[in-house]
């Protein structure tokens, strides 16, 4: 017989933002609820990239103490690489279905910053979404 009360850790969220102040938000959010940085994927083009943060910015400079406040842009400065080209193959790959891995490179062509996680339980899921949705997040549903 199988359990109805059965509520499994639900899979990953991702969202689009559409500036850097509400991915920031968003990002935030994330780290007040004990989320660490390894638990936190964040995507973003390298023309957005190097609009926001600049090279010598200190946000990204690894050696500057605003590191401990930066946020974002400390995220970004670890987890942004590679070509857009690539995002769709890595992200297919990995599970992703393709309509929705074409939908974020051309979010992140027109300059859009993707922030997406594993929620810990059902609770922080529908918390994130629903203050992710407030900061004008586009969630990106998984099939």
Do not use: C
Request: charged letters at 30%.
């Amino acid at each position: 017989m199988e359990n109805s009360d059965y509520n499994p850790v639900p899979e990953t969220v991702h969202a689009i933002f559409k500036t850097k102040e509400r991915a920031e938000k968003a990002y935030d959010e994330l780290l007040t609820r004990e989320y660490n940085a390894n638990e936190i994927t964040v995507l973003i083009s390298d023309e957005t990239k190097l609009l926001h943060f600049p090279k010598g910015s200190p946000e990204l400079d690894s050696g500057s103490k605003t590191l401990e406040k930066a946020g974002l842009g400390s995220a970004i400065g670890r987890t942004v690489g590679g070509l857009i080209s690539e995002i769709v193959g890595t992200l297919t790959g990995s599970g992703i279905s393709e309509q929705h891995a074409d939908h974020y490179e051309k979010s992140l062509k027109e300059g859009g910053i993707i922030i997406g996680f594993k929620p810990k339980t059902v609770e922080d899921r529908i918390e994130i979404i629903t203050a992710w949705n407030e900061s004008g997040g586009r969630q990106v549903h998984e099939d």
